[in-house]
Protein backbone atom coordinates (compact mmCIF):
# COMPACT_ATOMS: atom_id res chain seq x y z
CA UNK A 1 0.00 0.00 0.00
CA UNK A 2 0.95 3.66 -0.81
CA UNK A 3 1.56 6.02 1.94
CA UNK A 4 -0.25 8.80 1.87
CA UNK A 5 1.51 12.22 2.36
CA UNK A 6 1.50 13.03 5.91
CA UNK A 7 0.63 16.30 7.02
CA UNK A 8 -1.04 18.85 9.61
CA UNK A 9 -4.27 18.38 10.30
CA UNK A 10 -5.90 14.82 8.96
CA UNK A 11 -5.84 11.71 11.32
CA UNK A 12 -4.32 9.02 10.41
CA UNK A 13 -4.62 4.82 11.21
CA UNK A 14 -1.31 3.52 11.15
CA UNK A 15 -0.62 -0.26 11.84
CA UNK A 16 1.89 -3.23 11.37
CA UNK A 17 2.22 -7.08 12.42
CA UNK A 18 5.37 -8.87 12.48
CA UNK A 19 7.11 -10.98 10.18
CA UNK A 20 5.89 -13.81 8.97
CA UNK A 21 2.74 -12.72 11.14
CA UNK A 22 4.46 -13.85 14.01
CA UNK A 23 3.89 -12.29 17.66
CA UNK A 24 5.80 -8.99 18.72
CA UNK A 25 4.78 -9.30 21.92
CA UNK A 26 5.49 -12.58 24.02
CA UNK A 27 4.78 -11.27 27.74
CA UNK A 28 3.50 -8.50 29.52
CA UNK A 29 7.23 -6.77 29.57
CA UNK A 30 6.59 -6.74 26.23
CA UNK A 31 3.66 -4.52 26.16
CA UNK A 32 4.75 -2.69 28.93
CA UNK A 33 7.85 -1.51 27.27
CA UNK A 34 5.87 -0.68 23.69
CA UNK A 35 3.50 1.29 25.22
CA UNK A 36 6.38 3.00 27.23
CA UNK A 37 8.61 3.54 23.27
CA UNK A 38 4.49 5.12 22.24
CA UNK A 39 5.71 7.69 25.13
CA UNK A 40 9.30 7.99 25.02
CA UNK A 41 10.09 8.41 21.30
CA UNK A 42 7.24 10.43 20.73
CA UNK A 43 10.08 14.04 21.08
CA UNK A 44 11.51 15.38 18.43
CA UNK A 45 14.60 15.91 20.91
CA UNK A 46 17.12 12.61 20.86
CA UNK A 47 15.70 10.57 23.77
CA UNK A 48 17.03 7.70 26.45
CA UNK A 49 14.42 4.94 27.43
CA UNK A 50 16.16 5.58 31.04
CA UNK A 51 14.43 8.49 31.87
CA UNK A 52 10.96 7.63 32.17
CA UNK A 53 9.24 4.56 33.41
CA UNK A 54 5.47 3.30 33.91
CA UNK A 55 4.67 3.60 37.93
CA UNK A 56 1.75 1.46 38.80
CA UNK A 57 0.73 2.88 41.56
CA UNK A 58 -0.66 6.28 39.85
CA UNK A 59 -0.65 4.51 36.10
CA UNK A 60 1.38 7.43 34.88
CA UNK A 61 4.70 8.07 33.00
CA UNK A 62 7.11 9.35 35.41
CA UNK A 63 10.91 10.05 35.36
CA UNK A 64 13.27 8.13 37.18
CA UNK A 65 16.02 11.32 37.25
CA UNK A 66 15.52 14.51 34.30
CA UNK A 67 19.16 16.02 34.13
CA UNK A 68 18.99 19.86 34.16
CA UNK A 69 19.39 20.16 30.48
CA UNK A 70 16.10 17.12 29.42
CA UNK A 71 14.25 19.35 28.01
CA UNK A 72 10.08 19.59 27.85
CA UNK A 73 9.19 16.71 25.49
CA UNK A 74 8.51 18.23 21.60
CA UNK A 75 5.62 16.49 20.98
CA UNK A 76 5.95 14.57 17.15
CA UNK A 77 2.74 13.23 17.10
CA UNK A 78 -1.17 13.29 18.79
CA UNK A 79 -1.71 9.77 19.83
CA UNK A 80 -5.33 9.40 19.88
CA UNK A 81 -5.61 5.82 20.11
CA UNK A 82 -3.80 2.29 20.50
CA UNK A 83 -4.18 -0.97 20.52
CA UNK A 84 -1.80 -3.83 20.85
CA UNK A 85 -2.27 -7.54 19.96
CA UNK A 86 -0.11 -10.25 20.00
CA UNK A 87 0.84 -10.02 16.72
CA UNK A 88 0.29 -6.29 15.59
CA UNK A 89 -0.39 -3.10 16.67
CA UNK A 90 -3.07 0.09 15.32
CA UNK A 91 -2.67 3.39 16.21
CA UNK A 92 -4.23 6.62 15.49
CA UNK A 93 -2.35 9.86 15.24
CA UNK A 94 -2.18 12.87 13.97
CA UNK A 95 1.17 14.78 12.96
CA UNK A 96 1.94 17.79 14.74
CA UNK A 97 5.71 19.03 12.88
CA UNK A 98 6.62 18.10 9.24
CA UNK A 99 8.00 14.58 9.14
CA UNK A 100 6.61 13.84 12.91
CA UNK A 101 4.62 10.65 11.81
CA UNK A 102 7.54 9.13 10.01
CA UNK A 103 10.63 10.32 12.77
CA UNK A 104 8.11 9.21 15.17
CA UNK A 105 7.80 5.61 13.40
CA UNK A 106 11.07 5.05 12.75
CA UNK A 107 12.48 5.31 15.89
CA UNK A 108 9.30 3.26 17.89
CA UNK A 109 10.13 0.57 15.01
CA UNK A 110 13.92 0.55 15.67
CA UNK A 111 14.03 1.14 19.49
CA UNK A 112 11.21 -1.88 19.38
CA UNK A 113 12.99 -3.92 17.38
CA UNK A 114 16.19 -3.33 18.95
CA UNK A 115 14.84 -4.22 22.52
CA UNK A 116 13.16 -7.72 21.57
CA UNK A 117 16.18 -8.56 19.13
CA UNK A 118 18.64 -8.14 22.42
CA UNK A 119 15.75 -9.59 24.48
CA UNK A 120 15.08 -12.89 22.33
CA UNK A 121 18.97 -13.20 21.21
CA UNK A 122 17.61 -12.65 17.45
CA UNK A 123 18.18 -11.08 14.19
CA UNK A 124 16.88 -8.86 11.54
CA UNK A 125 13.39 -7.33 10.57
CA UNK A 126 10.45 -7.92 13.20
CA UNK A 127 7.91 -6.16 11.70
CA UNK A 128 6.32 -7.23 8.06
CA UNK A 129 7.95 -4.13 6.17
CA UNK A 130 7.82 -0.65 6.70
CA UNK A 131 4.72 0.64 8.80
CA UNK A 132 1.38 0.80 7.04
CA UNK A 133 -0.35 4.33 6.59
CA UNK A 134 -4.48 5.29 5.79
CA UNK A 135 -5.40 8.36 5.57
CA UNK A 136 -9.22 9.14 7.29
CA UNK A 137 -11.16 10.90 4.68
CA UNK A 138 -14.40 9.45 4.67
CA UNK A 139 -16.90 10.11 7.48
CA UNK A 140 -17.94 6.07 7.84
CA UNK A 141 -14.08 5.32 8.21
CA UNK A 142 -13.70 8.37 10.98
CA UNK A 143 -16.87 6.88 12.98
CA UNK A 144 -16.03 3.78 12.82
CA UNK A 145 -11.82 3.65 13.37
CA UNK A 146 -11.81 3.99 17.19
CA UNK A 147 -14.85 1.38 17.72
CA UNK A 148 -12.65 -0.48 15.26
CA UNK A 149 -9.37 -0.18 16.80
CA UNK A 150 -10.84 -0.39 20.22
CA UNK A 151 -12.95 -3.60 19.58
CA UNK A 152 -9.66 -5.31 18.64
CA UNK A 153 -9.14 -7.63 21.58
CA UNK A 154 -12.39 -9.17 20.99
CA UNK A 155 -10.16 -11.32 18.44
CA UNK A 156 -8.88 -13.16 21.10
CA UNK A 157 -12.18 -13.08 23.69
CA UNK A 158 -13.05 -16.53 24.45
CA UNK A 159 -15.83 -15.62 27.04
CA UNK A 160 -19.63 -15.52 27.23
CA UNK A 161 -21.69 -14.13 24.07
CA UNK A 162 -22.93 -11.24 26.41
CA UNK A 163 -22.37 -8.18 24.99
CA UNK A 164 -21.87 -7.02 28.81
CA UNK A 165 -18.91 -9.23 29.25
CA UNK A 166 -17.75 -8.49 25.70
CA UNK A 167 -17.60 -4.44 26.62
CA UNK A 168 -15.82 -5.58 30.22
CA UNK A 169 -13.41 -7.87 28.58
CA UNK A 170 -13.00 -4.18 26.44
CA UNK A 171 -12.76 -2.02 29.75
CA UNK A 172 -10.03 -4.29 31.15
CA UNK A 173 -7.68 -5.03 28.37
CA UNK A 174 -4.75 -3.36 29.54
CA UNK A 175 -3.01 -3.07 26.31
CA UNK A 176 -5.53 0.03 24.80
CA UNK A 177 -6.84 3.30 25.31
CA UNK A 178 -10.51 2.19 25.85
CA UNK A 179 -10.23 2.04 29.59
CA UNK A 180 -8.77 5.97 29.46
CA UNK A 181 -11.64 6.66 27.11
CA UNK A 182 -14.24 5.25 29.73
CA UNK A 183 -12.51 6.62 32.96
CA UNK A 184 -10.65 4.04 33.85
CA UNK A 185 -7.09 5.38 34.72
CA UNK A 186 -4.48 2.62 32.38
CA UNK A 187 -1.96 5.09 30.17
CA UNK A 188 -3.25 8.44 30.09
CA UNK A 189 -0.17 10.05 29.75
CA UNK A 190 0.82 7.96 26.30
CA UNK A 191 -2.99 9.47 24.28
CA UNK A 192 -4.56 12.92 24.20
CA UNK A 193 -8.23 12.04 24.11
CA UNK A 194 -9.58 15.75 24.00
CA UNK A 195 -10.64 15.56 20.16
CA UNK A 196 -12.24 12.31 20.00
CA UNK A 197 -13.92 13.42 23.43
CA UNK A 198 -15.43 16.14 21.91
CA UNK A 199 -16.71 14.67 18.10
CA UNK A 200 -18.35 10.99 20.35
CA UNK A 201 -18.85 12.31 23.39
CA UNK A 202 -17.28 11.81 26.88
CA UNK A 203 -16.85 8.31 29.13
CA UNK A 204 -20.63 6.79 28.67
CA UNK A 205 -20.92 7.88 25.28
CA UNK A 206 -17.85 6.16 24.85
CA UNK A 207 -19.17 2.84 26.63
CA UNK A 208 -22.91 3.40 24.93
CA UNK A 209 -21.27 3.23 21.07
CA UNK A 210 -18.63 0.27 22.21
CA UNK A 211 -22.04 -1.19 23.21
CA UNK A 212 -23.92 -0.60 19.89
CA UNK A 213 -21.44 -1.51 18.20
CA UNK A 214 -20.90 -4.73 18.79
CA UNK A 215 -24.19 -5.05 19.02
CA UNK A 216 -24.39 -4.41 15.58
CA UNK A 217 -21.12 -6.17 14.39
CA UNK A 218 -20.85 -8.64 16.53
CA UNK A 219 -17.32 -10.50 16.97
CA UNK A 220 -16.64 -11.06 13.63
CA UNK A 221 -14.75 -7.49 12.82
CA UNK A 222 -14.18 -8.56 9.39
CA UNK A 223 -17.58 -7.54 8.42
CA UNK A 224 -15.93 -3.63 8.09
CA UNK A 225 -12.31 -4.18 7.35
CA UNK A 226 -13.29 -3.02 3.83
CA UNK A 227 -13.66 0.34 5.67
CA UNK A 228 -10.42 -0.14 7.87
CA UNK A 229 -8.29 -1.04 4.79
CA UNK A 230 -6.19 -3.39 6.54
CA UNK A 231 -6.47 -7.34 6.95
CA UNK A 232 -5.20 -8.74 10.22
Known amino acids: MKKPQFVEGPIYHIYNRGVEKRNIFLKNQDRFRFVHDLYEFNDADSVSNLWYYFNPQTSEVEPHYIPKERKKRKLLVEI???????NHYHLIVQQLHKK????????????????????????????????????????????????????????????????????????????SSFPDYIGKKNFPSVTSRHFLKECFGGEKEQRDAMWEFIKTKGENLEDIQEIMLDND
Open 80 to 86: LAFVLMP
Open 100 to 175: GIVNFMQKLGTGYTMYFNKLNRRVGALFQGRFKAVVVEKTPHFIYLPLYIHANPLKIYRGSTSIDKMVEFLETYRW
